[in-house]
């Protein structure tokens, strides 16, 4: 988009549906945790298309050049965001079910950690654990080692945990819709050197300084998610300005 501005050309954006856009939650991005991991001022799940996102960068301003910019979005046919839609495709080697996508905005916490999220084994981001779960946690899984690239967390060893889906309506059950931090509060009580269960990685997932600290003080999930929501109110004025189908909120 920056491109297309800075050089006269018009882009044209095919929409396409959000297979988690049903729904909006998560902390607002602080701006000075901005990174490619995330750009915005949006929660980690913040129920939009890809069109409708670029007309809201548009419309914000949140990028250069974005008053010089001719785009067209072509709207999908047959989509709203009342709708669980079912991708066709895997969006990425390691979300490769419906249960891996609906369960991964609460999953993806755990990459700013030091507990597998099952990378390496069969079912990524279906599962967690860590070694030293094994007294609490009778379900064990072995990440394998690669055979490119870097080893996943914990190859060939054994990672007790739980697995939390294996199907999409195991998981619509336990996480689809919102982002659940019952097992990244369950891990932390169960890790044993509470001082190295964060990597630096994870204020920039989380999008806030906050939630780690929150989490070490033991906050409950509720009293978390309570500190997001006035953040969240205020996101969801400036996104409904931009869509371009039928809300869930409507």
């Known amino acids: 988009m920056e491109a297309c501005a800075a050089y006269g050309k018009q882009i044209l954006i095919l929409d396409r549906p959000n297979p988690n856009g049903f729904f909006i939650d998560g902390p607002v991005l602080d701006k000075y945790l901005k990174s490619f991991v995330g750009m915005q001022p949006v929660p980690i799940v913040y129920g939009m298309t890809a069109g409708e996102y670029a007309k809201m960068l548009v419309g914000e301003k949140w990028f250069t050049g974005a008053d010089n910019l001719n785009m067209t979005v072509i709207p999908c046919a047959g989509y709203d965001h009342t709708v669980k839609y079912e991708l066709p495709v895997n969006p990425s080697p390691n979300l490769r079910t419906m249960a891996a996508i609906y369960l991964y905005p609460s999953l993806c916490l755990f990459e700013g950690t030091d507990v597998s999220v099952g990378r390496g084994t069969k079912y990524p981001f279906q599962q967690f654990g860590h070694p030293s779960f094994k007294d609490h946690c009778m379900y064990g899984f072995m990440p394998n080692i690669a055979d490119e690239g870097p080893d996943p967390l914990y190859a060939a060893k054994t990672c007790y945990g739980i697995m939390l889906a294996m199907t999409t309506e195991d998981a619509i059950k336990v996480g689809a819709g919102y982002v659940r931090l ?69």
């Open 182 to 250: 019952t097992w990244l509060l369950r891990a932390y009580k169960w890790y044993p050197n509470k001082d190295k269960f964060f990597n630096n990685f994870f204020e920039k997932l989380a999008g806030t300084k906050e939630l780690r600290k929150q989490v070490e003080q033991g906050w409950t999930e509720e009293d978390i998610k309570a500190t997001w929501q006035k953040d969240i109110e205020a996101f969801k004025q400036i996104r409904k300005k931009y869509l371009l189908y039928k809300d869930f909120e409507s």
